[in-house]
């Protein structure tokens, strides 16, 4: 079962963009990286999934080295909405799907 | 289009009581699972359900059943509630089982204090 490791906290400003990294050692060859978003008193939410290189949505952007043992969230141009927890997934055939931690997010006017 | 429902949002407990989460999708979804959040915590995967049919324990099931009742529908039992089972639950769906590129559901969370 893959484990990730995330930093606990981090504080930006309005318009910055904001990177999360994500640590996953032991991910194996199957193995998707998932980012999900979770606002206080609400379920998380899909951002993005990817498997290697770099995947781009309308949101945010998903860094994968090619070793694959990170993973990098960036948020463009951060806004007070974006203030949030943000959790790294590895999900795999038969992974469990568990949520480490999470990074909490705290933009800043 | 409701996606993942859940009942009740709210409910009190004694300590010793039973209760029953109701979870239910829209989506056709084959995997459900719950989740528990304390507060400041991350998610914890209760049990899962890769499949109608199945179930499945995950980090930390004990003090909880599980029932997949058809497609659409799995609750989560507490036989005996205890004060160490405050927290939210969360119940998601997802079209595929974990680690097929499946993306998760999520409902809005049930929260349950046990007195």
């Known amino acids: 079962l893959a484990k990730t490791t995330q930093p606990i906290s981090m504080d930006s400003y309005e318009g910055q963009e904001v990177n999360i990294t994500c640590s996953h050692n032991n991910i194996a060859t199957n193995d998707y990286i998932t980012w999900y978003q979770q606002f206080p008193s609400q379920g998380p939410r899909f951002i993005i999934q990817g498997y290697k290189t770099k995947v781009t949505n309308e949101v945010a952007s998903l860094f994968i080295p090619a070793d694959r043992k990170s993973s990098t969230l960036s948020l463009p141009r951060v806004s007070l909405s974006d203030t949030a927890v943000y959790y790294c997934l590895v999900e795999g055939a038969g992974n469990k799907l568990t949520f480490g931690g999470g990074t909490r997010v705290l933009v800043k006017p | 289009n409701a996606g993942v429902t859940q009942t009740p949002k709210f409910q009190v407990l004694k300590t010793g009581q039973s209760m029953t989460l109701q979870c239910a999708q829209d989506?056709?979804?084959?995997?459900m699972y719950w989740y528990r959040q304390d507060p400041g915590m991350g998610l914890r995967l209760i049990y899962y359900?890769?499949?109608?049919?199945?179930?499945d324990k995950g980090e930390v099931p004990n003090g909880y059943n599980v029932s997949r009742l058809n497609k659409r529908e799995f609750s989560l039992r507490l036989e005996s509630a205890a004060p160490s089972q405050t927290s939210v639950y969360f119940c998601?769906?997802?079209?595929?089982?974990?680690?097929?590129?499946?993306?998760?559901?999520f409902g809005e969370g049930s929260r349950l204090t046990v007195l």
């Open positions: 998601a769906s997802s079209e595929r089982p974990g680690g097929l590129a499946g993306e998760l559901f």
């Open positions: 989506m056709n979804h084959n995997s």
């Open positions: 359900s890769a499949s109608e049919g199945t179930t």
